[in-house]
């Protein structure tokens, strides 16, 4: 049973409270204190060994965990305010700890979220986890579920480099453009705000262009048509990989942080590449010139 | 170094937003989205092995991750509304998950908090983070910093239970009331909400009563002077240990989720118990029908 489906059986439940408009099961829940001004909550852990290597500098842990929440923030359509810190540490030392912070407060300055409370643990492995709180106008927020057949889908930015640096990470290779890309992701923040009454859905790409698609596919209860020699990779990705490897790296790696997003085809929104559009049904289709092929967490195939 | 040195060396900066009202340090932050609408936002994890034993049941580490964060909101005077789970999981099976939500939805609904988002992950323990939202009067927020000298200082209920309950629960032993003041702790929310304009200073019950009141005096920049014979202990505990090993649980056990508050001699508060007064300076002396006693993480002693 993976994350989402152990969430979907035994955590989510619909909300009872009228100030829960959207509650688990988007990037963030949008909460209302008062009629006028909304919320938005997420929270996002990263755990030492299955989110990031154990030899990661603590400034990179440290930013990093603060970039993942504000992603959540940013696919939103939200602009991050606060946050508050779990920290359990194993057996790490004062400096790991002063550099851990100095790469939180980057990202946190950068961003212009400030840190309210926290609370730290010791445990068997590192375990990070932040809550951040945005702010977004009444009924404004970008959520999963708003996309209509028709429309186009778009990406920002280009995908695959973070999968591509951490793999080479772990290689014991160095190629600091795409290393970096894993190590401190930038968060989408200021074009989530411009997506706000444009795009008609949204999310963050965390765990893969294909599998994150699919969420807000099925948030929409809609399908898509996706060519797949559209979705956009860096000059760098390709130059260091082979065609092949850098699509897997782009359709299935995770940890970009940039947007996917749907809209009409004429949005006016920079640096967003179409991929594909909106279909009716469920059914997800990706061609590559062309022709269908199949993609799964390996990577895609050509349908026999 | 302990995790409050930390906090303070590492991540206590002064927030330059003018809605954070109070930032790191109290029980929770006090944050304004706009004027007149206050909330206050706590996290607090749960690690097992640390905060609470492996073979604890699921359902009560389920409840208790989410009672410890009510205390916190409690000891702020708010109401609580939302709350966020990041789940750790090492191997727990489905049935593990289900009873740990079954206890955490208990707790909600008790308190009336809805569960609005989460993040689950795995690493090699449980740690369990609950991130909560409460509401609260604009700038009637509970501080630890409020106290004067002359107030009174009380505690609600009895003390030491929940430690003593850990105790026979490490020893194999049974004794049921205390024992479910360590795994189903009450959270003070409805006193919290009574200290509202009374109580000049509080905060919650969590590593004991010393140690607690210590952060609250420090936070006042006062002292008290302490009749430690006045602490309200349960008969259960009277009855099972001897009147010194009670004593000591009351405090320095930890984990009761009681309120500590200062206020008037008269405040009008049932099911609180003046235990001493505050006093000029920043000494904390307690005397034991008295005679000044030493205490420290380890009990009392008579000083030589």
Known sequence: ?????????YFARDAQASDVIVGI???????????GIQQVQVIDTMVEGVHFPSDMAAADVGYRVVAVNLSDIAAMGAKPRWMTLALT????????VDQFAAGLFDAAREYDVELVGGD???????????HMTGVVEEGAALLRSGANV???????GTVGDAAAGLAL????????????RFLRPRARVAKGRELIGQASAAIDLSDGLVGDLRKLLDASGV???IDIECIPTSETLRQRFTAEEALEFALTGGDDYELLFTGPADIDIDDATPIGMVTAGTDLR?????????VNDAGYRHFA
Chains 1, 2 share one sequence.
């Open 286 to 294: 990706c061609r590559l010139n062309g022709e269908l092929v199949e």
């Open 1 to 9: 049973m993976d994350e989402f489906e152990l969430i979907r059986r």
């Open 120 to 130: 730290t643990t010791s445990g068997k492995v590192i375990v990070a986890t932040v």
């Open 223 to 225: 399908g898509a048509d």
């Open 169 to 180: 990470l772990r290689d014991g290779e160095r190629e600091e453009y795409l290393q970096r």
């Open 89 to 96: 540490l194993a057996d790490q030392d004062e400096s790991w």
């Open 25 to 35: 099961g988007d990037d963030g829940a949008v909460l209302e204190l008062a009629p």
């Open 150 to 156: 028709g429309d186009t889908v778009f990406v920002t």
